[in-house]
């Protein structure tokens, strides 16, 4: 069982900034899946941001490359999600979740079968 906590939500205007923390209460370095999902007012939820911990490689959504960026720090079992200038279509809930993977996702694979998920943060972005 692996306990999920994410911090660092809040409400900001159009173009501002906000850095998301997800607190993991297991080893993130072991061959990991670690992900950010979000779900918008009357959306679906989708994937915006995951890393595979064996190699490093991370994928983005399209709406949020160049934006948004994943990060660890395997001392401390945190994952981040940094969002630069952010857009009233970034609103939402953000979750952070995990999962166990032994090897790298194949493409169309990056934000499946997550077996842990945090509660969730709220972000709110206004014009």
């Known amino acids: 069982q692996v306990n999920l906590a994410e911090s660092g939500g809040g409400s900001v205007h159009a173009g501002g900034s906000l850095r998301l923390s997800c607190a993991s209460s297991?080893?993130?370095?072991?061959?990991?899946?670690l992900g950010w999902f979000r779900q918008g007012p009357g959306k679906e939820r989708e994937g915006v941001a995951s890393v595979f911990t064996g190699d490093g490689s991370k994928y983005y959504a399209d709406s949020v490359k160049g934006r948004f960026t994943i990060s660890l720090d395997g001392a401390k079992n945190m994952i981040f999600l940094d969002m630069n200038n952010l857009e009233p279509e970034d609103t939402g809930m953000y979750y952070c979740?995990?999962?166990?993977?032994?090897?790298?996702?194949?493409?169309?694979?990056?934000?499946?079968?997550?077996?842990?998920w945090g509660r969730g943060t709220q972000v709110t972005v206004s014009s």
């Open positions: 979740a995990s999962r166990l993977c032994r090897v790298r996702p194949t493409s169309g694979d990056e934000y499946t079968d997550f077996d842990y």
């Open positions: 297991g080893d993130i370095d072991s061959l990991s899946c």
